[in-house]
C-alpha cells in the first residue's frame, strides 16, 4: 500500500518553491511605489541590488503557476517562513490530473505532510494525511530525497529570483505593473555552471542554499535557464519567471510575491488523519 500510494503522489506532486523550489537570497515586495530604479543605474546593478534585499526575509507569501517536467501544468499558493525555523504550507493543483489533482503540502518540525487529496485517503485507510520525517528517513529512501516534493518544498522561492544576478546578458525589457504594482522587467540567459561561479564568493550560508536550489535543476536535466525578473520601484523582487529544455519536458515557472515578513504559522495535521511512512518502513524492517 505504502509504495501505491507514493507513485500515486509522485505524478501530481511538485514542491514549493522551486523554489523550491525552496529552497538562499532573495527579495520580494508587495509595494505599489512607482518602478524608478536610478537612470545611471545598469540593468545588472539593478538586479543586483534586488537580489541583496534579501537580508531581512524571514517569511513570504507566493503564487506559482507554469509547467513542470513530468507534472505538467501546475498551480499553487504558499506561505513560508524561513526564520526562526523553515516551515511551509501550499495548496497546489496539478491541472493535468482532474479532480484528484489537487492537493496541501505542508512542512513543520522537520517533517512533510502531504494530504488532502480523496483518493489518497481511500489507499490510507481513510487518514488524509501521509507523513514523511525528514530526520528520520535517509538520503536514499522512500521519505528522503525520493519524497515526492521533498527537495523542493524546502526551497525558498525567492532564492531563486536572485539567479539573474548569473547571467552576462541581463537587459532592460521595459516596464510593467505586476498585480497593480508598477515594475522594471528584467531578462536575461543563466547556466548552472555560471551560476555557480557568481557566488562563489558569497559566505558559507549562502553558497549552501543556493547550491540547493541548483541541485534540484541538475535531477531535472536543465543547463540553462531563461530569466525574467521584474523589479518594484524598492528595489524588491516582485516576481521572476525561469525557463528551461529538461531532459524530460519543457520547465517553464513564473513565481508572483504576494506578501512577506508577515507571521506564518503552519500547524502539523491531527495524528489521527496522519499514515506516517516511517512508521510503516520500521515495521517493514522489523517483521
Not at 56 to 69: A, C, H, N, W
Not at 101 to 116: C, H, P, Q, T, W
Request: net charge negative; aromatic share 4%.
Amino acid at each position: 500500500m505504502g509504495l501505491s500510494v507514493r507513485r500515486s503522489a509522485r505524478t501530481r506532486t511538485i514542491g514549493a518553491g522551486l523554489a523550491a523550489v525552496a529552497l538562499t537570497a532573495g527579495a520580494v515586495s508587495c509595494s505599489k511605489g512607482e518602478a524608478e530604479q536610478s537612470p545611471k543605474m545598469t540593468p545588472a546593478a539593478a538586479v543586483a541590488k534586488a537580489a541583496k534585499n534579501a537580508d531581512d526575509i524571514t517569511s513570504l507569501q507566493y503564487r506559482m503557476t507554469g509547467e513542470v517536467p513530468e507534472q505538467g501544468r501546475v498551480k499553487a499558493e504558499a506561505a513560508m517562513r524561513m526564520k526562526p525555523d523553515v516551515a511551509m504550507s501550499m495548496k497546489m493543483t496539478a491541472l493535468d490530473e482532474g479532480a484528484d489533482g489537487s492537493f496541501e503540502i505542508r512542512l513543520v518540525d522537520k517533517a512533510m505532510y502531504i494530504g488532502g487529496n480523496a483518493e489518497m485517503a481511500k489507499e490510507m485507510d481513510g487518514k488524509s494525511w501521509m507523513k514523511f520525517d525528514m530526520s528520520a528517513l535517509g538520503e536514499n529512501s522512500v521519505g528522503g530525497g525520493g519524497t515526492p516534493g521533498a527537495g523542493q518544498a524546502e526551497q525558498n522561492p525567492a532564492a531563486e529570483s536572485t539567479f539573474l544576478t548569473g547571467a552576462k546578458d541581463v537587459k532592460k525589457i521595459g516596464t510593467e505593473k505586476v498585480d497593480g504594482v508598477e515594475t522594471t522587467h528584467y531578462q536575461g540567459t543563466v547556466t548552472l555552471d555560471t551560476l555557480r561561479d557568481s557566488f562563489k564568493d558569497e559566505d558559507k550560508d549562502t553558497r549552501e542554499k543556493r547550491e540547493k536550489s541548483i541541485e534540484q535543476y541538475e535531477e531535472m536535466g536543465v543547463d540553462e535557464l531563461t530569466m525574467d525578473m521584474w523589479v518594484d520601484g524598492e528595489d524588491h523582487t516582485k516576481q521572476f519567471r525561469m525557463k528551461g529544455d529538461a531532459d524530460k519536458g519543457r520547465l517553464d515557472l513564473t513565481v508572483t510575491f504576494l506578501d512577506y515578513n508577515k507571521p506564518v504559522t503552519v500547524k502539523a495535521p491531527p495524528a489521527k488523519d496522519t499514515f506516517d511512512l516511517a512508521e510503516m518502513m520500521k515495521e517493514l524492517e522489523s517483521s
